[in-house]
T-cell receptor, first 110, second 112 residues
């Protein structure tokens, strides 16, 4: 029972490159979320999805794109990475209330 | 706007003592609150939750108290152990919404 997984766990990329972070959950939860975590800002919501093909912006969506063609997958794409997007990214899936988090992806943009 | 915050960014306690981590929230429409524990290098892990129709809920060594009058939430950890060292986040959910709003986090350090 893998639960929720993220890949890669670590990524270094250059400014301007496109990078995609993957998230996969095995629970068939309807809701999925992407957060970024930076020192001094806690967890900030980037995008979330209520179901396949339904996505919505969170608090900090600029520079990110999401898609959800299948319930179990929710990839996050940085179309043109910037240094300010260096962060730890967490994916989560949700029952009606509680959110379950993945292990995170540490992204460094040089 | 809505915010969930913590009174103290760090808390240091002696092993075996009880720990109390506080959280203030501002959205009176929030109907659900969660405490998460985040260990270094890991994702947040659910500890305990409470709905707005309750004022206290107990788990194993943890208790959450909710005071809606002053919009205050606290997490009490009994007989703190070295494994309790982590950052603790409170989060709130608005009635009818699915999004959680997280506080900044409190780092709990256990002294031997």
């Amino acid at each position: 029972d893998a639960g929720i997984t993220q890949s890669p766990r670590y990524k270094i990329t250059e400014t301007g490159r496109q990078v995609t972070l993957m998230c996969h959950q095995t629970w068939s939860h309807s809701y999925m979320f992407w957060y970024r975590q930076d020192l001094g800002h806690g967890l900030r919501l980037i995008y979330y999805s209520a179901a396949a093909d339904i996505t919505d912006k969170g608090e900090v969506p600029d520079g990110y794109v999401v898609s959800r063609s299948k319930t179990e997958n929710f990839p996050l794409t940085l179309e043109s990475a910037t240094r300010s997007q260096t962060s730890v990214y967490f994916c989560a899936s949700s029952t009606a209330y509680e959110q379950y988090f993945g292990p995170g992806t540490r992204l460094t943009v040089t | 706007g809505e915010s969930v915050g913590l009174h103290l960014p760090t808390l240091s306690v002696q092993e075996g003592d009880n720990s109390i981590i506080n959280c203030a929230y501002s959205n009176s429409a929030s109907d659900y609150f969660i405490w998460y524990k985040q260990e270094s290098g890991k994702g947040p892990q659910f500890i305990i939750d409470i709905r707005s129709n309750m004022d206290k809920r107990q788990g194993q060594r943890v208790t959450v108290l909710l005071n809606k009058t002053v919009k205050h939430l606290s997490l009490q950890i009994a007989a703190t152990q070295p494994g309790d060292s982590a950052v603790y986040f409170c989060a709130e959910k608005d009635q009818g919404a699915q999004k959680l709003v997280f506080g900044q986090g409190t780092r709990l350090t256990i002294n031997p």
